[in-house]
């Protein structure tokens, strides 16, 4: 009988123990319901309460177990394509066949030093906004972190539910703290009698208001990344173009920028159901220190210039923006205004 491999052995323990935040959070959540409800019990606070802790539950469930994305089958290196690369040891001579290979690619930046992003784990070249996240062992589309408190990467799949995640559990959190701060002020006035109450008021109330600091630091910080369309790993570390790093490189104003996160169409925008724009595999750019060679943009409609071609964003409804990478159906392409296709750039990962 052969032994256990010690790799395989501690890869468990890790899946095992990145359970334990969540696992911890879902205690908090289970035991605020018991103190709130049955302890405190007012009929009149019950159903607001019983609204914001479905939509917590909901908006933590679809964060927590929504697969993150990765690359689809054309970023991947064909097995000629992975021969030639191996057979290979200069590195410029292995940068022109990533050259050749992202040609036909909507790869537009590339890593601070000008080369094309290729990742030898998953051996694909990385699209526009995407990392490779050790944790998860794979390149996670448009990934802005890996969360411990949900045991999953945040990225392009989920990233709406982890907005509204933090938005629901912040308000969760502030109702608890705003309805119980009575009866704790009657606790310590001793204006409630000596019961087992007396202890789920008192934590529960310091438990709501940690909490909702936490939160609305988090949440405040993700409201500013959405309007400036970054990642939290752009944020640390500005995207490279073709002229340089530039942080405001995928920005396209307020309005596009909460748009490609929360979609189009305003009834789908509080609810946890995927609306995205996008099949995040390529993002429309807006470059702030453009080439002098490259014309302008037309007013009004956000725009790169990238090797003689134009990408214009518009917005599309919630059926056309649809991700074939959740719907699995249909063909993923880009159709260029330009159709004098010229060479296009890459970028890269994460810390």
Known sequence: MTPPDPRSVRRRCQRAFSWIPVIFISGVVAWSY?????????????LAYHVLFI???WTYWQTM????????????????????LDSEDRL???QEILRRIVKDLPVFTRTVSGAIRFCNHCLLVKPDR?????????CILKMDHHCPWVNNCVGFSNYKFFMLFLVYSLLYCLFITATDLQYFIQ?????????????????????????????????????????????TLEAFRA????????????????SK??????????????????SSLGDGCSFPTCLVNQDPEQPSAPSGHPCVKTGGTLHQFTSRSLQKSQSRLLNSEGLWRVVPEDEDKTESHASEERV
């Open 55 to 57: 939509m917590f539950a």
């Open 187 to 231: 606790v310590w006035t001793n204006g409630l009698p000596d019961t087992q109450a007396k202890f789920h008021i008192m934590f529960l109330l310091f438990a709501a208001s940690m909490f909702s600091v936490s939160l609305a630091s988090l949440f405040s910080y993700h409201c500013w990344l959405v309007c400036k369309n970054r990642s």
């Open 239 to 254: 995207p490279a173009f073709r002229h340089g790093t530039d942080k405001n490189g995928f920005s396209l104003g307020l």
């Open 65 to 84: 177990f929504t697969k993150p994305m990765n690359p689809l089958k054309e970023f991947h290196l064909s097995y000629s394509d992975k021969q030639l």
């Open 130 to 138: 995407c990392h490779h996240c050790s944790v998860c062992d794979k």
């Open 92 to 94: 410029e001579s292995q």
């Open 257 to 274: 920028n909460f748009r490609q996160v929360f979609g189009d169409e305003k009834k789908y925008w509080p609810l946890p159901v995927f």
């Open 34 to 46: 018991y103190a709130y409800v049955v302890q405190l019990c007012v009929v009149v606070y019950l």
